[in-house]
């Protein structure tokens, strides 16, 4: 079976819009689990532009919770991440200015930070994963680096399937990827724009045993859950 981690990086985002404490993201990835999440991933950014440092240590003291972390290499967020104390950690590329995570690491350019920073949290008995381009290369790599998953970086098919584009070369390089990397000793997850249509046909590929999904989820929840909200307030005022 697959297992599904939800983030919920945007509910803090909505929370931050307005500077209070609803929606909160504590009580999102509480409900979350309760309604069959396997596992809640938060992205703790450098500018923490969603999710706070406090918001982390409060979700990852939830009891039977499994937590994925997201961080960048620096030293600053690693440090703060073993603090933390997550069940899991994925390594991601962190560009101050994008919007949202662009690609996979940069492996070559990192290798030495990279390897040092598994080693302290295998210490620390954290399973590492690493958020890569879905290319043979960059498994390999990760393998030698001692990572203990790579997570595929979905987002060019996720894009391809949003336009109705071509998708077969793209769908074809995250199985070969997979299938390469679950034989080489690494678990699998994939992530990144995903939503019901892309991640339907990325089930195909049976070596992927994680998705990791945030921004189609917490969007869509809005459609899902307006009408509840509205009924409540029109039986509330009448
Ligand atoms: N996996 C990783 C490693 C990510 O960095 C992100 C975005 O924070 C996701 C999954 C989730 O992507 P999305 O919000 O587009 O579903």
Do not use: W
């Not at 979700?59 to 039977?64: F, L, M, R």
């Not at 960059?138 to 098919?157: I, Q, W, Y």
């Not at 339907?200 to 969007?219: A, D, P, Q, V, W």
């Not at 307030?233 to 009448?238: A, D, L, P, S, Y």
């Amino acid at each position: 079976m697959k297992r599904l981690g939800v983030n919920i990086d945007h509910v803090a985002t909505l929370r931050n819009a307005r500077g209070e404490f609803h929606p909160d993201p504590v009580y999102a990835a509480k409900f979350a689990k309760k309604l069959g999440a396997d596992s809640i991933t938060i992205h703790l950014r450098e500018d923490r532009r969603h999710i706070k440092d406090i918001d982390a240590k409060k979700i990852c003291s939830v009891k039977n919770l499994l937590v994925n972390l997201e961080i960048s290499i620096r030293d600053e967020i690693v440090k703060n991440a073993l603090k933390i104390k997550p069940n899991f950690i994925c390594l991601v590329p962190e560009n101050r200015k994008e919007i949202t995570t662009e690609g996979g690491l940069d492996l070559k350019r990192n290798e030495k930070k990279i390897k040092k920073i598994i080693k302290l949290f295998k210490k620390n008995n954290i399973r590492t994963s690493l958020f890569i381009n879905p290319t043979q290369r960059d498994v390999l790599m990760s393998r030698n680096f001692g990572a203990d998953c790579v997570e595929l970086h979905t987002g060019k098919f996720a894009n391809l399937v949003k336009l109705k584009k071509d998708i077969k070369k793209e769908f074809y390089r995250i199985k070969k990827s997979s299938k390469f990397a679950e034989k080489i000793g690494l678990e699998v997850h994939a992530g990144h724009g995903l939503d019901f249509k892309s991640t339907k046909y990325l089930c195909k590929i049976k070596e992927i045993k994680e998705f990791n999904i945030g921004h189609f989820i917490i969007g869509e929840s809005i459609f899902f859950g307006l009408k509840k909200v509205l009924v409540q307030f029109k039986k509330i005022i009448r």
